[in-house]
């Protein structure tokens, strides 16, 4: 309800239109180990808000019309990375991605993301993703042992901040051509997560990491396809970074720019 003025000069209160509601149809390809041999599509009617996600989408089915549809989701606002798959033919995740923003006249298509083995209906198996993440070590090597804050500049940080973005959600790597054919290359992700710590100014396993990545199944399996960019739901540049890896192998190190700052100056402040 909402006030208006009225002709007497006093407040009238105006009936708000209801938001309306709209019936979706999902096809949603589903697979039980248990039952099926290969994965079928099975479609399902529901009634949805414009403001919905396609994560609300799943979530009713599995309350009001089926229970067995299985789906992987945690915090459910774009910041954990579990629920990345397939909606009409793009890697999104499905709590970020509204139904508004889809073309509702049409069926919307859900399926798992491509490239790791499907374990069921909208899972998959993440060990091959983690493996290749976990190889490239993924932490901060350093010997020093500072009483404080390691220093570091505002453009020090800036080399490498986007790539810290990745929440490890496999969308990008998951729609890479040559991660579809090639089980054993690094992918996207494990480069990105390579990259942030390979242009830290803090970190002194920069070589390892290269060497690891200077690989037939490193970057030079990349074919720069710009599709792990695109369906990178954090926005990460994600095949500028791989080309900044391949450009520090062939300088045989990362370009880091030189430190402004002090420890003196530092503390001081």
Known sequence: ???VASSEGTAAVAPVAPIQAFTVTLIIRRFDPEVDAEPHWQDFDV??????????ALHKIKWEQDGSLSFRRSCAHGICGSDAMRINGRNRLACKTLIKDLDISQPIYVEAIK???LEKDLIVDMEPFFESYRAIQPFLIASDKPEKERI???AQRAVFDDTTKCILCAACTSSCPVFWTDGQYFGP?????????IFDS??????VRLDILNDKEGVWRCRTTFNCSEACPRGIEVTKAISEVKQAILRGGPDLPASDLTSEAVLAG
Request: charged share 25%.
């Open 1 to 3: 309800m909402s006030e």
């Open 47 to 56: 009634e949805l808000y414009a403001t919905d996600r396609v994560l609300d």
């Open 115 to 117: 490239g790791l083995p």
């Open 152 to 154: 570091q500049s505002v």
């Open 189 to 197: 992700a494990a480069i990105v997560n390579a990259h942030r710590f």
């Open 202 to 207: 803090r970190d002194e396993g920069s070589q």
